[in-house]
């Protein structure tokens, strides 16, 4: 999950390849804007089979916050290791 799970936040948030983003956060990346937010959650539901509430997409504004969400709401199954 892990490696599948950085791929998306790269993806989603316009990063080149290969950038770690493990200490990412909607304060530190300049490109993680509103709309790459959406993008992002969006595509997070779709690699991971979650269906991600309003509230808790609030929430989400770090790799972390996000890898534990998956963790727990996902049980860490989706996606590729």
Do not use: C
């Not at 269906?51 to 790799?63: F, G």
């Amino acid at each position: 999950m892990e490696h599948k799970l950085q791929e998306v936040v790269r993806a989603a948030l316009e990063l080149a390849p290969g950038t770690d983003v493990t200490h990412a956060a909607q304060a530190n990346v300049a490109t993680w804007d509103s709309l790459a937010h959406v993008s992002l959650m969006l595509a997070l539901e779709g690699e991971f089979g979650v269906t991600v509430s309003m509230r808790d997409q609030l929430e989400l504004t770090s790799y972390d916050a996000i890898r534990r969400y998956l963790a727990e709401h996902n049980g860490g199954n989706g996606g590729s290791a």
